[in-house]
């Protein structure tokens, strides 16, 4: 196939743009090669917003698509029998994008996504052996702040209280001064996340975890408070709620194979139901 000279082919696709663009609603043939055609509808669902340049975007976008198609031309004539098993695997792929699309939008508007504690704790129960901790946990405080942060004294002493008032100054106190700090108590954490901030090496954890309840470091420019209300070593029973998420999901899971496998069940029966079956043996 051989193109107009640059300047008379823009100048051609320029009119042809103006055309289909304000006074035709025919579609334009712009390209025929071998037994493929391209028409400007197709290329103006790819056209810019900025309109100032379109006819040599139109050009480009021709001449990509005459090399793209002269590539599959080629393609055909050589790959043979490897040919039909590339087709096949893009219709499989397509009807899998097909298949998935589908099933997600009905999961959007139809799947239910809420998971009751009740079935959360059933499942906890129920599969006990496979809630095993990998790594040591515990509940507790972690404050870092500037060693030469203000009320360092005063930092201590709310530190190590359990009075109410004074937990509401540790959290006012860190908000300013404390460059890292974790005052969740009630929750489960990792005690790792924790060890490698310290500026000593934890070697041994369970030691670690049962010695102190404790424990104060000084480096040379930062101040560490860490306390241990409770923990539990590796090999013991998670608490449900450090699994309650990864048990949530595990049951959503489940329940959308189900959800699924039904739709196919309901699709087969309709159209079994519906004589749209044929088996010809």
């Known amino acids: 196939m051989v193109l107009k000279r640059p300047h008379i082919f823009l100048f051609s696709i320029f009119l042809i ?18 037994d493929k ?3 400007f509808s197709e290329i ?3 056209l810019p917003n900025e ?3 379109s006819a040599a ?22 790959l043979t029998d490897a040919l039909k098993d590339v087709e096949d695997r893009i219709n ?13 939008e009905l999961i959007k508007q139809n799947f239910d996504t809420v998971v009751s504690k009740e079935k959360i704790q059933n499942y906890y129960d129920e599969n006990l052996p496979e809630m095993e901790l990998k790594e040591n946990i515990f509940k507790g405080r972690y404050v870092k702040t500037s060693i030469d942060a203000p009320k360092l004294a005063n930092l201590a002493k709310v530190f190590r209280s359990t009075k109410e008032e004074d ?12 460059s890292d700090y974790h005052l969740e108590e009630t929750k489960w954490v990792y005690f790792s996340k924790f060890a490698d901030k310290l500026p000593v090496k934890v070697s041994n954890e369970p030691y670690y975890l049962s010695s102190n309840k404790y424990y104060t470091y000084t480096s040379d420019s930062s101040k560490y408070f860490l306390f241990i209300d409770q923990h539990q070593i590796k090999g013991s029973t998670s608490p449900l709620s450090l699994v309650q998420e990864r048990i949530r999901n595990i049951i959503l899971n489940r329940n959308k194979l189900s959800f699924l496998k039904q739709l196919e069940d ?13 088996i010809h043996l």
Do not use: H, P
């Not at 103006?18 to 390209?31: E, R, Y």
């Not at 792929?93 to 699309?101: D, K």
């Not at 100054?169 to 300013?176: G, H, K, M, N």
């Open 17 to 34: 743009f103006t055309a289909c663009m304000g006074f035709s609603s025919d579609d334009k043939l712009l390209v025929t090669l071998y």
């Open 37 to 39: 055609e391209l028409y």
């Open 44 to 46: 103006s669902k790819a």
């Open 51 to 53: 309109q100032s340049d």
């Open 57 to 78: 975007f139109v050009q480009s976008y021709i001449d990509s698509w005459v090399k793209k198609q002269l590539l599959v031309a080629q393609a055909e004539m050589n």
């Open 92 to 104: 499989d792929y397509r009807n899998s994008l097909l298949i998935y699309a589908y099933q997600q």
């Open 167 to 178: 937990a509401e100054d540790l959290i006012e106190y860190c908000r300013q001064f404390a």
């Open 266 to 278: 309901e699709l087969y029966q309709n159209a079994i139901a519906n004589n749209k079956i044929k």
